[in-house]
């Protein structure tokens, strides 16, 4: 009969007492098998007799209840592990995603404002042509109406 400890099955990686252990299905029958009383039919004696199985029969009845429902709070408790542990996961998906697409569009920022510096540059430059050319095609004006 193996014992599987906790933090085997589903990777858990939180503080667990050392002591505590999830309960196989042989040893769930077990222990079921030892709360249910199978002493036979109901003796037909007195009234006191035929309580004392009853009692026995309830307090087994409630015996199985509340192991079945610890069984239930555990696997429970087992599922919402993993359910944390996926939606963890996915936090960290998502980061890490997130941290790449910031990266890339810094890297596009960084090409769009060297490209627009650039542009500015021509800009001016081209500006300054501008000015250079208008007042050459001014005098040249001014020339051409002397020579007239």
Same mark, same amino acid.
């Given at each position: 009969m193996a014992i599987l400890n906790m933090e085997e099955e589903? @990777?858990?990686? @939180?503080?667990?007492?050392?002591?505590?252990?999830?309960?196989?299905a042989t040893e769930i029958q077990e222990l079921? &098998?030892?709360?249910?009383?199978? /002493? @036979?039919?109901?003796s037909s004696g007195s009234d006191s007799q035929? &309580? =004392?199985?009853t009692s026995a029969?309830? &307090?087994?009845?409630?015996?199985?209840?509340?192991?079945?429902? %610890? =069984? &239930?709070n555990r696997e429970s408790a087992r599922r919402s592990r993993c359910r944390k542990k996926r939606h963890l996961e996915d936090l960290t998906n998502?980061?890490?995603?997130? %941290? =790449?697409q910031n990266r890339e569009l810094k890297d596009q920022l960084g090409r769009i404002l060297s490209r627009r510096h650039m542009?500015?540059?021509e800009n001016d430059w081209l500006w300054m042509?501008?000015? @250079?050319?208008r007042a050459r095609?001014? /005098?040249?004006?001014?020339?051409?109406a002397v020579m007239q």
């Amino acid at each position: 009969m193996a014992i599987l400890n906790m933090e085997e099955e589903v @990777g858990f990686q @939180g503080e667990v007492p050392e002591n505590h252990q999830e309960f196989t299905a042989t040893e769930i029958q077990e222990l079921l &098998s030892l709360f249910l009383v199978n /002493d @036979g039919p109901p003796s037909s004696g007195s009234d006191s007799q035929g &309580s =004392i199985p009853t009692s026995a029969a309830c &307090s087994t009845n409630d015996d199985e209840r509340k192991l079945r429902r %610890m =069984i &239930s709070n555990r696997e429970s408790a087992r599922r919402s592990r993993c359910r944390k542990k996926r939606h963890l996961e996915d936090l960290t998906n998502e980061v890490n995603r997130l %941290m =790449i697409q910031n990266r890339e569009l810094k890297d596009q920022l960084g090409r769009i404002l060297s490209r627009r510096h650039m542009v500015l540059r021509e800009n001016d430059w081209l500006w300054m042509e501008s000015v @250079g050319l208008r007042a050459r095609l001014s /005098d040249l004006c001014r020339i051409f109406a002397v020579m007239q």
